[in-house]
Every structure is written in structure tokens, then in C-alpha cells.
């Protein structure tokens, strides 16, 4: 019985392609619950519809709970976690068991506590279930060992991206500080600007406004667009190749 | 003589290079029809020359129309539609078919119904005819074929976009949703900040005011440019190994 | 006499490194005619300085029609330009000799006409010395020839561009074509918004208002910086692989 | 003994994996220095810490003088800077101890000078100290080498992208010269509306208001981003190679 459950309810076990039914479903839930919980913070949408928004949320929090608790007893069926009892309490401590505990009990204290803040923080929590979506995804996996491989690369590439924003930052406050106070008044104020510029955002609140600000500013631009790019075609070119490594090694599996 | 209406209408038929001259100039009617309802919008333009883009309309209808004639009664001529009747019905319910029809009834019907919506969807219609070019066009297959294989790279990389724009929008609300009602007060009103850092349009309507929402702010359009840019990166790459991969091939047919 | 001026002035017949010195002069004086062209239409530049922008336009202009009629009496140790007359004039008619003949006289006519209209064209003539400069580069065919190969790629991209685009402007003219008429009220004045959004720039003087134009714009920037992006990687990718390639072939050259 | 120090001071001595726990400690150091130097030039945080940040600032440069004239007195362990008094003149003129003395320099000249003006060079000397963590990193002579090798790709990407700006500037000068006078008045002015578009930057405080201006200035961004997007597609691609060459030379040393 407890095999069947497991073989139904762990993403590795399951011998199908892509996700066993009940597994789906708990994905529909959970992006059910966020979009929900995203949703009801908007007041013109939750006014007179309070009700059936916390029907939902104690619905779906309650069959989260029994998911929870599904997932602790089928937990020593894993070769990692043998040991009746010690098996589960090292699953509990796990990554994804301490999120899926987390996300209910920011449902479940909502009784006990009603400050504003605390509500807020409960919330945030509930959104957190978004993270619980990871557990379903192998190529998660796959992004997190490019990362890990391109590390050098990569801090290289934002290391300099950050020189690069520190100076154009200190240039721009020593040449437009007095003009802009309100904008440039500081190196950490004309940071702002420079992260604006460097992502090319421009929301068009700080910019130079002198002819050596706007010449400084130029070349920001045009030297920061292409470090900022760096780490990004990295990242790029180093997952789309192994993607294809994955799918070229599943495919020699399967063969 | 259908068979030779055939070679001149189907682009697969055609021996030569490229389209026939009658699909090239059919191109260049739906060109020139987009671009006159298109421009009939502009009441500056449109003015006093109300029946110049009425006879224009209506001629060019009747052409598309006398074409999806000739289109059925060419059809059984494809293999896949054989059988007189049965064949053109099939043919008659392909993709390409119903848009035909569809932007010929959506002129035809204007002369019933005049009211101001239905004339503004006869005119979406007429604006559809764009999708008729793609009948011509067989890279088009090659990108569908490159957005299916790389289907899972681009399902995870918008994931953890969209991941990411979720939690950066709830940040936001919650560090500016009482100082910026309008803009942060709520998650989906300060989604739509998110979207605009993220893909770094930055329109300059809504733009984090506190210190905890810039530095909140800056972390979000860095990470999140880099984020963007990955499902880009990954389709470019794929696209221009897909359309070498066919350039080689036609030219190993050729010897 | 004649063919040492030869191996002097044209680029490809040098056979040290790089240019020769007399063309790396001439580059030099091209870019300071350039630069000059550009800073005198600023008026807190050229008041008071007019003789001074004169002299060293009129006396640069000397020094180009020398250039002028040296490459004119040098055209026939071409091997494409024989015939003592005939290749000469058949010189005199290739791309780049027009261009010099222009832009002097660009120059040679602000004697004779003096109308403002005039003026600004002749000045404009005097800013295409700038193409001048493409002689001396051979990576310029390169790209060339990069651009022709991957033709049908970057047609196929830009025309998906095109249709997103236009798409897009429809839909927001649809949405918000009556809450802001100047901006939405007609679809070509919802493309400017179009081409803001995908290209991402996003200046903010055009911006959806409604949720329902949000979502769409939302989507339009999204989906269309992958489109946008598409050309944008394809080129680079080629003209990385080609300049590669060329540096194989010229070091194995060398050996 | 000053073998031993050698081997601790000097990263490419030390067999360890990555730096010595001294040079961690340095290049802490350095960090903390240079963010003490951003932040306290923002009025609201230094305000009545006067006294903290120059306690931190003197103790600070205290170490790192000593680390200088450790440097100096074991350069000539360096096969380079052979010499006892020689070698250690070489090396002081070298560019990471020129950095050196002069970040060292900047505070303790503080103490005779106090004019604004040579103030804020001083703490831009500070701020230098970003600098000095190149010595730390050997990935940067990779970017080097990269940025050596692809040199005549960038610069005619770069030049390309130039002619684009100077064109794009001197069209909308002549087109909306009149009209906004403040923005596009003259070419140079011009050319900030240029470098923002061209970057996609779009602050939002330069566009053209025209429809002629609209149109040559949606050519502009579709072109230019294209252009703009080359080197850095071709410098990512290149620096990611390069890397990759390095880990797998790296990895069959080890072997």
C-alpha cells in the first residue's frame, strides 16, 4: 500500500512519462492557491468576495496538509531515508518538507495572529508554495549544475559589471552631484541611476542633464550594455548545451 | 488544366525558384490590403478619401475572393484530399481555408451589420489576411519545428521568469504598496512594474520611490534581465542551427 | 611614377600590415572633417569661430579633391579599370568614387547656392564622407557577404517582427483607441507604441493605461523582445563565425 | 622567511587552490574600503559617524601600507624583478603597485591638503582601490587575451554602430531641429537622443514628436539594436570558448 502511494506521489518513482495524475493535479492546486493569493491583495477584486476566497485558501491549505502528511509517511521508501522514525524526521528537514510545512502554517497561524505585518509575512508565505513547483522539475537540475560549472565565468562577468557600475556611478556624482542633488547628491543615490542605465530600464527619473554628465553617461551605456550581456549569452549558450547533451543522453538510453 | 492551376497556385508545386509569379503578386495584394486598413484608421488620412479605400477593399476582395475559389476546385490535386467532394470540404476546414474565408466574409458582411463593434472585428479580420503569408513561407516550419524540439528549454526558462516576476512584484508591493497605492498596492498592479523592468522597457510610469525598493528594484532587473534573456538566447541558436542544417541539406539534394 | 602612387592610395595593392601611411592620414582627416561637420551645427560651438569651421572645411575639401583626381589618374593600373579613358570614367562611376565627387562638391557648391534648404543638404553631403571611410576596411565585406547567406534567416525573423508588431498596435488600438486618442486613436499612432515596446526602449510617452491594454502590452513586450531578438543572434552568431574562419584562412596563408 | 612571505602574498605562488588566506583577508579588505568609501558620501549615513569612518578609513590604509612594503621588499623573489635594488624599482612601477601607492597616497595626503576639489579626487583615489582586486584574478587575462584576439570584429561592430549613431542623430537634426529645438537643435544634441535609443536606454527625456521624426527614429532603434547587439553577441560567445578552452587545459594538467 505504502509502495503504491509512493510510486504515485514521488516524481522519481513514477515510471510514466513526464508526471503521475494526482501529481498533476497538486500542480494545479498550488498554481490555483498562488494565483489566488496574488488575486485577493487587489481590492477592487476581493470587496464582498472575502468569503470565497478563504473557502478556497482553507480548502486547498487542507488538502496540502494531508499531502504533508502523505509525503512523512511514505518518506523511508526513499533509499535515503531509511529508519522508521529517523528516516522521516531527516525527510522533514528537507529543502522541499520545510517549504510544503512552512506554506501551511502561514495558513494555519492566521487564526491565532491578526496583526497587519503578520498577515503580510503570511502571504508571502503563501506565495512561497510557487517554490514547491520545483520539486516536480528535472531540469531545474540541469540550470542549477550550468551554474555551478559557468561560476567562475560568471562571477568574472558581474564582478565587472559592478566595477563598471561603481565607477560610472562615482564619475556621475563628482560631475552632476551639485546640479542633481536629489539624484546624483551621492554615490550610493547615483547607484540608482546607474543600474537603470546599465540594464537599459531607463525609467527616465535620473539622468544626466550636463554635457560631460550625458557624455559619461553615453559611454555607460554603451560599455555596460555589453558587460551586462556577458554573463546573460553565457548562461544562454552553456544551458542550451546541455539540454541537448540531456536529451542526447536520454535518447542513447532509451536506445 | 486544373493541374496546371495547381502548379501555379500551390507554392510546393511550383518547379522554380521561389514563389510563382500569380502567388508573388497575391503576396503583394495582402500586402497592400494590410497596409490600407491599416491606414484607414487615421482619421487624418482617411479623410475625404473614404471611397478610394471602399472601391480598394472591395476589389481586393473580390480577387482574394475568386482565388479561394479556384483553391477549392485545386485542392484535390494534394494527395492528402482525394475524393471530389469529401477532399474539398477537408481542404475547405485546413487552417489556411478558414482564414481565407474569414477575411473575404469579414468585408462581405460589412454591407449588413454596421454597428460600431462589429465593423471594428471586420476590420481585425481584415487586418488578419497577414496570416495568409504564411502559406508561402516554408522556413515558418522550420522555427515551429525548432519551438517544438526546444519546447522544454523555453517551458523552464519562462517559468522562472514568470517565478521570478511573481516574487519581485510581491517584494514591491509590500515595501511600496502604502507609499505608491496606485502603482504598488496591490501584487497584479505592481506586476505590471514587473513586466516593464523585466523586459527593460521601463516606460517610466512606475518606478520603486524608497531605498529598500530601489536595492529590491536594481537585484530584480539584474536578475531578471539575465532570466529574459535566456529563452532568447536558446531560440536564436536553435533557429540558426535549424536553418543551416536545411541549407546543407538542400544543397546535398542539388549534388 | 604613377604606380607607386598606386601602391600608396589603393588599400588592397599596400603590401605591409594594415593601411598605408598616407591612407591612415587620410582617415584621420576624414574624421576630423566629420567631427567637424557634426559639432559646428551647435551654436554655442560655432559662434565666433565661423572663419575658423571655414578655413579647415575648405582647406580639408582642397586636400580631397587632390585625393580625388590622384585616384582618378591611378584608377587604370586596376586590372578591372583598363583603357585609358574608358576605365576611368567606368572608375569615376563605381560607388565610392561618387561618393567622393559628392561630398566635394558638397562643399564647392555652398559658393554658389545659399538658400537654408540648400545648405542643410550640402552639410548632410559633407557627413556621408563618413562611407568614405569603408574603403579601407575588408571586414566590411565580410559582413557582407554574412548579411547575403543568412538572408532568408533575417527575413524570416524581421517579418515575424512585422506581423507581432502590427498585431499588437491592432489589439491596442482596439483597447485603448478611445481613452487615449492621441496616443492609441489610430493604428499607425499605436505603432510608434509598438515599436517603443518591442524594442524595448520604452521612452514613456506612449503607455497602456486599462488593465486589459497592460495585459496585452504585457504580453507584446514579453513574446516580442524573443522575436526581436532573433535577427539580433542569428547575425552576430554568423558574423562571429566568419571572421573566425577568415583568420584561419589568412594564417594558413602565411604557413 | 621572505621566501615564505612570497608564497602567501603572491597569488600565483601559492599552491593551493584559489588565494591565500591572507589575500582573502585583502581583498575583504578592499571591499569593506570601498563601500565605506560609496556610503559615506551619502550625507544622511555620515552624519555624526565622522569620526568611525575616518578611524576606519586611517586603520584601512595603515594595513594596506604595510602590505605595500611587504610587496616591495619580496618582488625580488620574481624571476622578472631580479636586482635587490633594481628589481623592487621595476616593480614599483609596475601598474598594480603604481595602484597601490597611489590609493595609499590619497588618504595620507588628506591630512595636508583639505580643498574640495582635491577632496573628492582623493576619494576617488580611494574608490581605485576596486582596482587593486585585479591582481586576484586570473580570469581577467582570459577576457584579455579575448578582447585582444576579437579586436578587429569589435572594432568594426563598434565603428558600424558609430556611422549608425552619426547618421541616425544628423536625420532627426534635420528633421526635428525646429520643433525641439532644446533636444535635436543641433547634432551633437542630437546625438544624446541617439546613444538613448541606440541603447534602448529611452530615459524618456529626448523622442520625436513628428511622424517623420517617429518613423526615422523607429528605423533607428530596430537597426541600431541589431548593430548594437553584435559585439557584445560576438564578445559573450568568444569569452565563454575561451573559458571552456582554459578548464580543459586546466583539467588535463591535472591528469
Known sequence: MRKRVYTILEPSAWRGKGLSPVNKVICLLILVSVVASIV?????????????????????????????????????EKPEYTGSIMGRIRYALSFFAIIDLLTILAVVLTVFGTAPLLLRLFRLGRILRLARLGRFSSALNT??????????????????????????????????????????????????????????????DAYPITVLGKILGSVTAVVGIGVIALPTGILAAAFSDAMDEERKKSSGDEN
Request: proline share 4%; hydrophobic share 45%; glycine share 8%.
Open 40 to 76: 485577493e491583495t487587489e481590492p477592487e477584486v476581493l470587496k464582498g468576495r472575502e468569503d470565497l476566497f478563504s473557502i478556497l485558501e482553507y480548502s486547498l491549505t487542507g488538502i496540502f496538509a494531508i499531502e504533508y502528511c502523505l509525503r512523512i509517511w511514505i518518506a523511508i
Open 143 to 204: 540550470l542549477q549544475r550550468v551554474l555551478s560549472t559557468r561560476a567562475p565565468d560568471l562571477l568574472i562577468s558581474v564582478g565587472l559589471a559592478v566595477t563598471i557600475h561603481i565607477i560610472a556611478s562615482t564619475l556621475l556624482y563628482f560631475v552632476e552631484g551639485r546640479i542633481q542633488p536629489e539624484t546624483f547628491g551621492s554615490i550610493p543615490r547615483a547607484m540608482w541611476w546607474g543600474v537603470v542605465t546599465l540594464t537599459t530600464v531607463g525609467y527616465g
